[in-house]
């Protein structure tokens, strides 16, 4: 189901999200300014003032927030606020992990980042690999998860199957898909030996059907946008590892390298909050259907069957609409 929030609770989730990133000096500024672009354009609550609003503590929020639903979009949006802290401190990891343990929640990020304030990056970077690797089958193209992914080898019977897509009649998904490749100099999944190939199609054809571009504010606008679409935990976890590698900065998947504090570029974290609006939108998740299937379909059709809407600003060299 699409990330939602009753309406009457959100000022009860800001203040509780707050309260969390309320330590040391208090929330940094890169925390507030994604925090007032996540209640402006998922919300539409750009009315809220975040700097004279009360906290709540761990456990008034949890008194608050009943529903599983709510907790779980607050655990979702916390994970997000958490990793812009930077750096990251045992006060902000503490203070997360308090929260969480109040509303039952538990998640993979409170081991991460755990050991990144306690026992450094190598160690937290480690966990991330296991991480990533441990649910890397559920995020393949679903037509490709049968398959044993080469350890060592390349996949020329899959990169052919993918370049001849771009066969297909123009402005259609696969013809769109294989220009994607061609635009960004990414060579189609299977030329290479790769453990993320698999994943790769699946990935690269929701960039594509979003509108969405592989910069490192765009990555995590998809992640984001994909979240929002459906909250479930394959989502929940490609957000997870859109935030470590491009907000945290700790480790890397594939061909996308690391970097950190992303969303601090108030642009980055503008484009954040509209992506989450635009994925909770759609009227369904197409990040795990069968592209195969839907590659034949001009663009435009896709995007209408799933709801996909135009981004806010088609040229701001994060979308390709």
Known sequence: MPISLDPDLVDVTVAGLLGACDVDDGPTQEQLTVLRSITAHLWNRDDLDLSNMATLDPAQTAELLESAAARRCFHELLVALEACRHPMSAAQVGSVEAYLGALGVEGPERQILRDLV???????????????????????????????????????????????????????????????????????????????????????MTHVIAGIEPTGPGELALSAFQMAMNDNEVNRSALLASLIVHEVGIGNAGKLTSESGTLADGRAAELFGQELARGARCSADFSLVDHFELAALPLNEVRDRFGVTPPVDPADGHHHW
């Open 118 to 204: 306690d026992n450094g990056t190598k160690i937290a970077a480690d966990d991330f690999q296991r991480f990533l690797r441990s649910n890397l089958a559920e995020r393949a193209e679903p037509s490709l998860r049968g398959r044993t992914v080469p350890a060592d080898a390349a996949e020329p019977e899959l990169a052919a199957k993918l370049d001849q897509l771009h066969e297909l009649p123009k402005g259609t998904l696969g013809w769109s898909y294989i220009e994607f490749y061609q635009r960004h100099r990414f060579l189609t999944p299977g030329t290479e030996a790769s453990w993320m190939n698999h994943f790769f199609v699946a990935h690269d």
